[in-house]
């Protein structure tokens, strides 16, 4: 069936530096996106969302781009901080559906010092 | 901002006993409630929908009777693990939505060990 995937498992970059984490989608009828990170032993957290009207989005540290041409995904995190590291999983709900998600794979992002 | 309480954080049981984890949204009326699994190093697997008065829907491969779902009212579903066997031992996490919005709350998470 269709899914979320990503392109990277894991990810290491230096404190301070930024990080990209990557999803591919290939629902087309999908018209929202979450991106969340999940900490050991916990709950995801949402870190920012886009739909599908928008190409990108911004938070604080965080961007969120949306290439609908490809199906892709990205997250951007600038400025990485040793807090930052955790498991990253981009979700996409479908529109029409019963507005469940459907989560990708996932990236473990770690903070080297 | 929407908080939802999940409770056990972290259950043990004997196999064949049943376990029931409840979700409950503290400042806001969850329409539809989702129930997870999420196994180590995988992402989460959504096992069921529900709305509130309404009998939950089940993704192909869980068992309804296995994994029985309450979703009585606004605030409150809860998963009962009937039954529980070692394979069942996972993480679930309950996420609640509101009414009308594109928002996604999610529990804190229930580590189940089943020995």
């Known amino acids: 069936g269709e899914s979320v995937g990503l392109h990277l498992p894991t990810l290491s970059v230096q404190e301070g530096d930024n990080s990209i984490i990557n999803c591919a989608y290939s629902?087309?009828?999908?018209?929202?996106f979450i991106w969340y990170k999940q900490e050991s032993g916990k709950g995801p957290q949402f870190i920012i969302d886009?739909?599908?009207?928008?190409d990108k989005r911004q938070g604080q540290r965080v961007t969120v781009l949306l290439n609908k041409t490809v199906k892709h995904l990205s997250l951007q995190i600038a400025a990485t901080q040793p807090g930052d590291s955790a498991v990253y999983f981009c979700?996409?709900?479908?529109?029409?559906?019963?507005?469940?998600?459907?989560f990708g794979s996932g990236t473990q992002l770690t903070v080297l010092p | 901002g929407a908080v939802v309480s999940q409770h056990p954080s972290w259950v043990i049981c004997k196999s064949g006993t049943s376990v029931k984890i409840e979700c409950r949204s503290l400042?806001?009326?969850?329409?539809?409630m989702f129930w997870y699994r999420q196994f180590p190093k995988q992402s989460l697997m959504l096992m069921a929908t529900?709305?509130?008065?309404?009998?939950?829907?089940?993704e192909q491969g869980v068992e309804k009777d296995k994994f029985l779902i309450n979703h009585a009212s606004l605030t409150l579903s809860t998963l009962t693990v009937t039954s529980a066997h070692p394979e069942d031992s996972s993480f679930y996490i309950c996420?609640?939505?509101?009414?009308?919005?594109?928002?996604?709350?999610f529990g804190s998470g229930t580590r189940l060990t089943v020995v």
């Open positions: 996420s609640a939505k509101g009414q009308g919005d594109y928002g996604y709350t």
């Open positions: 629902n087309s009828a999908s018209d929202y």
């Open positions: 886009i739909r599908s009207n928008m």
């Open positions: 979700a996409e709900n479908i529109a029409g559906s019963a507005r469940q998600l459907t």
């Open positions: 400042d806001f009326q969850a329409t539809t």
């Open positions: 529900s709305n509130e008065g309404s009998k939950a829907t089940y």
